[in-house]
């Protein structure tokens, strides 16, 4: 059985490495990694986890690397490079494919090296999917040739620079990044500091008098325009979050907050420790991710 339930296919393996890049993500890595069996390679790069991450890779068959994080954009791009097939499939910690979208992978046609290819998002709180609101059409690519893509040196929400758009295959990447509501609003506040040093590097030009306005219609447009209300509560807090996206870099920049140094995937923790707060994670969003701001 593949973890969404479905029938799971003869093992067919093919020439791409499945990368992803951990820390602490003990909690659903092994479901990860079995979702990817039908790839030739499958490499874990680890950055200090403490838990049993690398145990856990390591009974699954993939191979397990060490980098110190340098960021979410340069340790994936680290991943890439240290594959050892030119087609990547990215996933993170917490995201599982489909029964479908491990059959559309398979069946992509792989000879056209300047192709590259995306895949719908699902995400949930603890086990109940997110349905509406600014998560409802999260797309994000994943599997690309590393000769004519790569990763771009972002410390947060990086993404992948491709010589032309992707296409969208079937099936979907079921996305376990939040344990608890709390933890929706702590990847808020854990992204801030990154964000501001963003905008900091950028000299974009902040007004502290539109920061209200900035975070009421961030709301509205969630929770409303978007129709996060028919998620019930789940709505009203990814609506929050927005709201902290929204404002919360930006008065560090006018407070003079100096950003703390890039931290470690959320996913690759367990979300529900108050020790969550010091961590992050990162998505590579061909339209608006569940991590964007």
Request: aromatic letters at 6%; charged letters at 25%; hydrophobic letters at 40%.
């Amino acid at each position: 059985m593949t973890p969404d339930g479905g029938s799971a296919e003869p093992r067919k393996t093919i020439p791409i490495s499945a990368v992803v890049i951990t820390r602490n993500a003990a909690a659903h890595l092994a479901d990860v990694l079995a979702a990817v069996d039908f790839c030739a390679e499958r490499l874990v790069l680890d950055s200090g986890s403490t838990d049993d991450t690398v145990a856990i890779a390591q009974r699954a068959g993939a191979r397990v690397e060490h980098q110190p994080f340098l960021g979410y954009g340069p340790q994936k791009q680290r991943a890439v490079d240290l594959a050892t097939h030119d087609w990547i499939l990215s996933l993170d910690a917490d995201e599982v494919l489909d029964t479908a979208a491990r059959r559309s992978i398979q069946a992509a046609r792989l000879a056209d090296t300047d192709a590259c290819f995306a895949l719908r998002r699902r995400t949930f709180i603890g086990q109940r999917e997110v349905v509406h609101g600014p998560w409802s059409d999260d797309r994000v690519l994943r599997l690309f040739h590393r000769r004519t893509a790569s990763f771009k040196p972002l410390p947060v929400h990086e993404e992948v620079s491709a010589s032309r758009p992707p296409v969208l295959l079937e099936g979907s990447i079921l996305h376990y990044s939040y344990a608890t509501s709390a933890d929706v609003l702590a990847r808020s506040l854990r992204y801030a500091p990154l964000k501001a040093g963003i905008i900091r590097e950028k000299g974009q030009r902040v007004n502290g008098l539109t920061m209200p306005l900035r975070g009421l219609t961030a709301f509205v447009k969630s929770y409303l325009l978007r129709g996060g209300w028919r998620d019930g509560a789940a709505g009203f807090v990814v609506a929050l979050s927005r709201v902290i996206d929204s404002t919360l870099p930006r008065a560090m920049v006018l407070l003079d907050e100096v950003p703390g140094p890039a931290d470690q995937p959320p996913a690759e923790r367990k979300a529900s420790s108050i020790r969550s707060m010091s961590a992050g994670n990162g998505a590579d969003s061909i339209s608006r991710s569940p991590d964007a701001g």
